[in-house]
């Protein structure tokens, strides 16, 4: 009988082992592919934060009502940086570690980010930044896990210049965060309108103004700047400062015609919703991605899902969002994997039809060769918030530095 039980038992186990080859695609295809998202989701930035989940989730539920990727399910798991290097980095740390991720995506800030990167390299993950915009993380600090999608300082401030160029302004000071991106945003707007403009000259650093992020009363930088007298301003704020900003300049009579007023963030619909008719018209703003700026089939696609589902005009934190969603897919349908190294070799080099059009990541650099836009705030009855009105949309190879000045070396 235990020599018949044996024979049994061995025919039982040959039956399962000659079942596993065919049992393990199945397998697979059931796991979930999982995308971690770190954005600002408390404070006084929290909207961009909240827009981002919104065209997030908008992306994934699409993809998964086609069949997912690469016929699995997608999954995404948010966590909140607090605008925090230190947070978001134990943030990320969560998401690789104890949720398994395939993939990383977001990041607001500047700080943050510059601070985020060096670790993926530690992690192995690939990360896609939709927001954060300091050239350092495709340059000084770049590697090959992190890619951007979205529009940097260099491309958004050359593209800031090209409009400034063309302005009577001749004497310039700005107004911005007194932390790595309002810094950087003056010195490459600088750099730009001075190549542009060799006439203009800026006012002294004792002259302009660097305001931390915590500030919520700006009328000391507003007057500052009143009694400098420039021609022209620059404004770096964003967020929730730049709408504490822009309502307290606005009652101190800083839009009156004065100068020139250009905001290099002010283009985003999350300030425009704030602001409403707060925001005074006929000031030129720049944003990384605008609702009406590309007339394409696929840009309509979006926005029509995106106000059907919240209600409201999608944002570039939105867009970056659904964007990077959608980018990550291509890599993984162009890799035929979710394998961490084959997706980042697959990301290099990628072209991809986005809502903002087309956008190619660098090999190089890593950097998104992507349209950036400006825009002049107006009345339109048609929209419940300001629209830009005229538009103008800067081609990449308009706006973008060659790799070779971005001091990015993807072999450190």
Known sequence: MSTHRSLRRAVVWIAVGLALPWLAPAARA?????????????????????????GAQLAIDEINRAGGILGRKVEGYFEDSTGKPDVAIRAIRKLVYQKGVDCVIGLDSSGVAKSVVPAM?????????????TPDVTGSVCNRYT??????????CKAGALVAAKSKAKVWATVGPDY???????????????????????????????????????????????????????ISLWGGNLIDFVRQARDLGFFDGRFDVLMSLGGATEVLYALKD?????????TRYWFL????????????????????????????????VYTYK???????????????????????????????????????????????????????????????????????????????????
């Open 180 to 234: 790595a991106f309002g810094y950087q945003s003056w010195e490459y707007f600088r750099k730009y309108l001075k190549e542009l403009r060799p006439d203009v000259t800026f006012l002294p650093d004792d002259q302009v103004a660097f305001a931390p992020i915590k500030t919520t009363d700006f009328s000391p930088y507003i007057t500052k700047i009143m009694k400098a007298k420039p021609e022209g301003v620059f």
């Open 293 to 324: 700026a590309n007339d394409s089939t696929r840009n309509r696609a979006f926005v029509d899902a995106y106000r059907e589902r919240y209600g409201q005009y999608p944002s570039y934190n939105a867009h970056g969002a659904y964007g990077a």
């Open 330 to 412: 291509a890599a993984v349908e162009k890799a035929g994997s979710t394998g961490k190294e084959a997706v980042v070799g697959a990301l290099e080099g990628l072209s991809v039809e986005l809502p903002v059009g087309r956008i190619t990541l660098r090999p190089g650099d890593h950097q998104a060769l992507t349209p950036a836009t400006w825009g002049r705030t107006a009345r339109d009855p048609a929209y419940p918030i300001p629209i830009l009105n005229p538009v103008r949309v800067f081609p990449a190879d308009q706006v973008t530095p060659p790799v070779d000045e971005t001091g990015c070396n993807l072999a450190r």
């Open 121 to 133: 390299k530690e992690l192995r993950t690939p990360l896609i930044i939709t927001h954060a915009a």
């Open 278 to 286: 707060r925001m005074p018209e006929g000031v030129w703003v720049g």
């Open 30 to 54: 059931e796991k979930p592919v999982k995308l971690g998202f770190v954005y600002i989701m408390s404070g006084p930035f929290a909207t961009y934060g909240e827009f981002a989940k919104q």
């Open 147 to 156: 890619f951007r999608v979205s529009v940097n300082i260099n491309q958004n």
